[in-house]
């Protein structure tokens, strides 16, 4: 099974297909460089459609969450509480992360994947011509690359970790039922969470009231509720109202594998603000674990959660290391600073206190005001 399914992989099929088409064409020596072109074509593809959905986003007016370009290690963040901008050590691809914002929601996000679909196909054509033109193995393997890559992107697919073109444009305006009151309801939940983001809790909490009175079943509405008693720090009433989402039985696999990967770093900090019991709270937090990974929840995106797992157990080292990990990784605001309060803790409990304080500035930098940051900093002066 899983030498199946890395025969599957994406890349193995754009190679094999590079391969199929380049070698009658060109000969087998013109291989090698057909391996640069299918990169080529592949970075080509996906910048085309990155760019595409940030264009569209921004003549349609859906919310561009995030914007990041490169990977590897950060180099310059321009992140706002509304939006995240970072430039990353090699800047090979660009990510935008688009989603719900003012009314009409859906019909924005699907403007915005109309114009990712357009720029990818025109990308398409582009490379298709200078190929016939160039006539080589390069520009043929280019032409083959990207053409798949955005191919690839227009077949309709949702993951837990991702939604696809194609998924957005076939789907998105023929939601029904509890689906499309969701991005209905999307105003007021962003709304919500902006005031979380600018720290305004007063302000989220009355609009969180209205949110439990206005869509008290709604999926995104009650994690919006959640994250404000997050950000109260009232997690154990924040734990019952993430259960309620990891216990619904009428979501999807990629919804329930969300739910589970909040529920067990939520299950985690209770414990740590000693809010619930360890053994239970632990045990809860492992299976939550094993469930989102289970229903395909990316597993570098759970490292946060294990590193505060490993410092409830006192393994003080491999929380420095799973929290520096998940913090360099992340790009949202809240859940990095939470990152770096799990690395201060554990240089702490490692007896590194200037280590600490060094990650307790990185995350006072990005939100001072966030419970567990707050009360970090008043144990660390206290040391």
Request: glycine letters at 8%; charged letters at 15%; proline letters at 4%.
């Amino acid at each position: 099974m899983r030498l199946l399914r890395i025969v599957r992989h994406p890349l193995i099929l754009l190679t094999a297909a590079v391969c199929a088409v380049v070698v009658p064409l060109h000969g087998s020596p013109a291989l090698p460089v057909a391996a640069l072109g299918e990169l080529t074509g592949l970075l080509a593809g996906l910048l085309a459609l990155q760019l595409g959905l940030l264009a569209g986003a921004l003549i349609t007016g859906a919310r561009v969450h995030q914007v990041v370009i490169g990977v590897g290690t950060r180099v310059v963040d321009w992140t706002t509480p509304r939006r995240v901008v970072v430039l990353r050590a090699l800047p090979l691809l660009l990510s935008v992360s688009v989603g719900p914002g003012k009314s009409p929601a859906r019909l924005r996000m699907w403007g915005a994947a109309l114009s990712s679909a357009v720029l990818g196909v025109a990308a398409t054509a582009t490379a298709v011509v200078l190929a016939c033109t160039a006539r080589n193995g390069f520009g043929t393997a280019v032409a083959v690359g990207c053409a798949a890559t955005v191919g690839y992107a227009l077949v309709p697919r949702k993951t837990a970790g991702s939604t696809s073109t194609g998924w957005l444009l076939l789907h998105l305006l023929r939601l029904t039922g509890v689906r499309a009151r969701q991005l209905d309801a999307a105003p007021l939940v962003t709304s919500t969470v902006d005031a979380i983001q600018d720290g305004d809790i007063e302000h989220a909490v009355d609009l969180a009231a209205r949110i439990a009175d206005e869509y008290p079943t709604l999926r995104t509405a009650t994690a919006a509720r959640v994250l404000v008693l997050q950000a109260q720090g009232r997690y154990a009433e924040a734990l019952l109202l993430a259960m309620t989402l990891a216990g619904d039985h009428e979501q999807t696999p990629q919804e329930a594998a969300v739910a589970f990967a909040a529920l067990a770093g939520l299950a985690y900090a209770t414990v740590e603000a000693g809010q619930l019991e360890p053994e239970l709270g632990l045990g809860t937090a492992a299976q939550a674990l094993e469930n989102a990974e289970t229903l395909g929840y990316p597993t570098h995106k759970l490292n946060g959660s294990r590193a505060l797992r490993e410092l409830l157990l006192g393994n003080a080292d491999k929380a420095v290391t799973l929290a520096r990990l998940s913090a360099d990784s992340s790009d949202d605001r809240l859940g990095r600073a939470d990152d770096l309060a799990t690395l201060a803790r554990a240089h702490m409990a490692a007896g590194n206190n200037p280590a600490a304080r060094a990650a307790l500035r990185e995350a006072e930098a990005i939100v001072p005001w966030w419970p567990r940051v707050a009360v970090t900093r008043s144990r660390l002066d206290l040391a």
